[in-house]
Every structure is written in structure tokens, then in C-alpha cells.
């Protein structure tokens, strides 16, 4: 029987920490590197922007695309989500992006042919039932434990950014992911 993947998008499949530094380098002749994002609020930490209202401001356009539109997938992760596709689960993607980012993440979804049945631009993310979430955002991985640790599955993507959180299962890369998903799927067919 296939399962309900809720799957983010940001951190989890496509590397948005590499694009916007990539970005602010060219555009700044900054020398940031990638190691150096090492908390959520890493955006305004490292950069010369004020808060991250100025950051956005910046990422959403780049000669009329956002920041979004051309970020690189996690190794492993296109990988992973199309063997799932194949195995007969449904991939719900839940990203909390905000309106002006709509079209060019429906883009890059289409440029990688990312399987999905679904998507939901939405902040509340638990009110989207799925059987397995796998999500990187602190305050989305602790909503998502509260609220649907009981019937669900919640995953923390292990990432500089974020912590241990009580009724969230880690995953540290997409092969653990594979492997949890084969375990749930064994435990609700039997
Ligand atoms: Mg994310």
C-alpha cells in the first residue's frame, strides 16, 4: 500500500543555502561559503541586509526570476523521490514559500521532473495529513510533532540549522530516508 510522503521542498530536496550564497557572492563580491550557514537566521547573520524582510526583497528578484528558480538538488534526493514514485507512494510536497516564489518553484519542479502528486504552499503544514513528513525548518518540524506526531511519522532532516525535536525521527541523508519509508511501509501492509 503506498504511503503519503510529505516531503519539503527547501533544505530538503533543493539546496537553497548554496543558491542564494552563490547569488550574494556574484552579486556583492562576497566570499561566504557554505559552512558558514549554520543557524536558521544565518541569511542576515552573514550578510549586509538589516533583517530578513531586505534579504527577500533581494532573493525574489534577479532580473525578474527569484532566488528559487535555479537552485541545485541534494545528492541523493531526485534519486530517492523517483524510487519511491516507483514503489507506488504519493508525494505530497508541503513548502511554506511565499506567494511571489509560486511559479518559479513550479518551474524548477517541472525543469527536474520532480515526482509529486501534489502540492501545497502553505505554512500549516499539519493540516495536510500524510503518513510520513520529512522537514528541516525547526518550528516546522516541532508543529508537525505536535500536531500529527500520534498518526504520523515526522522527520528533522539533520542540518546545521536545526535541532533534536522531541517526537521527530532523524534523518541524516535521503538513503535513511529510502530506509524508513521500505520499514513504515512493511509495518502498515502487514
Ligand atoms: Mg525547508
Known sequence: ????????????????????ITAYNDR???????????????PVELTHFPDMPAFWAWARDHGGV???????????????LQALDRAGHDIIILTAKPAWAVHDTLG???????????????????TVACDIYLDDAPEHVRALANQRGSAATVCRFVRPWNDPTDGAVDIHDW????ELVKDREEVVTR
Not at 28 to 42: I, K, P
Not at 175 to 178: K, L, N, R, V
Open 66 to 80: 527569484s532566488v528559487f528558480r535555479y537552485l541545485e538538488p541534494y545528492p541523493g534526493a531526485l534519486d530517492t
Open 108 to 126: 524548477w519542479i517541472s525543469d527536474h521532473r520532480l515526482p509529486m502528486r501534489a502540492i501545497h504552499f502553505t505554512e500549516h503544514k499539519h
Open 175 to 178: 538513503d535513511e530516508f529510502h
Open 28 to 42: 556583492f563580491g562576497a566570499d561566504l561559503a557554505l559552512e558558514m550557514v549554520n543557524s536558521w537566521d544565518s
Open 1 to 20: 500500500m503506498g504511503l503519503r510522503l510529505g516531503i519539503d521542498l527547501d533544505g530538503v530536496v533543493a539546496d537553497f543555502n548554496t543558491g542564494w
